[in-house]
C-alpha cells in the first residue's frame, strides 16, 4: 500500500509536468503569432483561418481520444501525443510557405489536443488513487507553463529570432518530457462497452454534453485572450509589442497562482460552490477589459478574470471524468472535445467578428458566457465523487 502511495505521488508530479509542457508550448506559440502576418505575408482574416486548422486539428483527433484511452490506458497515450508535440511548434514556424504552414498546424492542433485529453484522464486517475482533487493544480501547471513560455518568448524571439525561439522551445520541451513520462500512472484496463467496439461512440448521458457546453463557454474566453488581446491592446489601445504581450502572460500567471490554490478550495467549499464564485469573477474580469480606456488596465482586468477563470475548467473536467455509468476516458473525450473547441476552434471566428464590431463588443459578449455558467454551477456536482472512492 504504502508502495502504491509513492508511486501515486510520482504520478501525480509526473502529470503535472505533461500539463507544464502542454501549456508551455502554447504559452510560446502565443507570442509567435503576431510574427506569422509579416513573415508569410498574410492578413489577420488568413491568420484567423490558419488557427481555425489548428483547432480543427485538436477537436477532431481528441473525438477519438478517448477510444485510445480505453484501449492502450491514459499513460501510454499521453507519452506518446507527449513526444510528438514538443517538435511541433519548430515544425510550424519552420515552414517556408503558408501550405506547409497550415498542415504544420493542423497537425500540431491534433497533437495538443490528445496529449491533453490523455493527461486529463491521467490526472483523473490520479485523483482516484490519492482520494483527493489534484485537478485544479495539474491546470495551474499547464498555466505556469504558459506563462513561462509567453514571458520569455518575447525576448527570446528579440534577441535570437523566431526560428533559434522555436527551437530552444522545442527542446525545452523534450527534455522535461523525457524526465516525467517513466512516472505517469497506469490505470486498471476498462472492461465495458466502450472498450469492446472498434469505433468510438459517443455516450448517450445528456448531462456529459451541457458539461461540455459549460467547458466550452469557460474555454472561449481563454482562447480570445490567448489568441487576440495582444492585437486588442495594439490595434484599439495604442500598446506596443512588449507591453501588448503581456496580456496573456498575466493572464496565465494568475491563472497558475489559482489553480495551485484551487485542489485547497475546491476541496474546503465543493466544486459547485468554487465554480459559481469563479465564475462571476471571471465575468467581472472580461467586463472590466471590454471597456477599459487604456493598455496597462486592460492587462490588470485580464489578469483579474484569469483568477476566475482559473478553477472553472479543472472542475468540469473532473466532473466529467467522475460521470456514473462512463468510464474516465469517455466522459473526459466529450468535455475536452467540446471544451477545448472553445480555446481552439473559437478564437478564429473572434477574429473574424472583431473585425467588424471590434474586441470590445465580443469580450462584453464573452462575459455573459461566463455569467451563465457561473448560474449553471449545480451541473458539476460530480466533481466532488472522486474524493469519496
Not at 477574429?351 to 464590431?357: K, R
Request: net charge positive.
Amino acid at each position: 500500500m504504502l508502495f502504491d502511495l509513492k508511486a501515486a505521488i510520482r504520478g501525480r508530479w509526473a502529470v503535472a509536468a505533461m500539463f507544464l509542457v502542454n501549456g508551455f508550448i502554447m504559452g510560446s506559440w502565443a507570442p509567435q503569432i503576431p510574427f506569422m502576418l509579416p513573415r508569410h505575408d498574410i492578413t489577420e482574416f488568413i491568420l484567423g483561418l490558419l488557427i481555425l486548422l489548428f483547432g480543427l486539428g485538436a477537436v477532431m483527433a481528441m473525438s477519438s481520444t478517448g477510444w485510445l484511452i480505453n484501449h492502450y490506458g491514459s499513460r501510454r497515450v499521453t507519452r506518446g501525443f507527449a513526444l510528438a508535440a514538443t517538435v511541433s511548434l519548430a515544425a510550424v514556424v519552420l515552414s517556408p510557405n503558408i501550405p506547409a504552414a497550415a498542415l504544420a498546424l493542423f497537425v500540431m492542433g491534433g497533437l495538443i489536443g490528445s496529449m491533453d485529453v490523455a493527461m486529463n484522464a491521467n490526472a483523473v486517475e490520479v485523483e482516484k488513487r490519492l482520494n483527493r482533487a489534484v485537478m485544479s493544480s495539474s491546470h495551474g501547471f499547464w498555466s505556469l507553463g504558459g506563462f513561462i513560455g509567453g514571458a520569455i518568448g518575447g525576448p527570446l524571439i528579440a534577441r535570437f529570432g523566431v526560428e533559434a525561439h522555436a527551437l530552444i522551445a522545442s527542446g525545452l520541451a523534450i527534455a522535461i518530457t523525457l524526465s516525467a513520462i517513466p512516472f505517469l500512472v497506469t490505470e486498471p484496463a476498462h472492461h465495458d462497452v466502450d472498450t469492446a467496439k472498434p469505433k468510438y461512440e459517443w455516450p448517450r448521458n445528456p448531462a456529459v454534453y451541457l458539461l461540455g457546453l459549460m467547458a466550452l463557454s469557460s474555454m472561449v474566453p481563454e482562447g480570445a485572450v490567448l489568441d487576440w488581446a495582444a492585437l486588442y491592446l495594439g490595434k484599439e489601445l495604442g500598446a506596443n509589442v512588449q507591453t501588448s504581450g503581456f496580456a496573456f502572460a498575466f493572464f496565465a500567471g494568475t491563472m497558475a497562482v489559482m489553480r495551485f490554490l484551487g485542489d485547497v478550495v475546491r476541496n474546503r467549499f465543493g466544486a459547485v460552490r468554487t465554480l459559481r464564485v469563479s465564475g462571476l469573477i471571471a465575468a467581472a474580469g472580461m467586463l472590466a477589459g471590454a471597456i477599459a480606456p487604456s493598455p496597462w488596465l486592460a492587462i490588470i482586468a485580464f489578469a483579474f478574470c484569469g483568477i476566475g477563470v482559473a478553477n472553472m475548467v479543472p472542475i468540469l473536467f473532473s466532473a466529467a471524468g467522475n460521470q456514473p455509468g462512463l468510464s474516465t476516458g469517455a466522459g473526459m473525450s466529450v468535455v475536452t472535445t467540446m471544451g477545448y473547441s472553445g480555446i481552439l476552434v473559437a478564437p478564429s471566428l473572434i477574429g473574424f467578428v472583431a473585425e467588424h464590431i471590434g474586441f470590445r463588443v465580443t469580450y462584453l459578449t464573452l462575459a455573459i458566457l461566463l455569467v451563465i455558467v457561473a448560474v449553471c454551477a449545480n451541473q458539476a456536482a460530480a466533481a466532488d465523487r472522486a474524493k469519496g472512492r
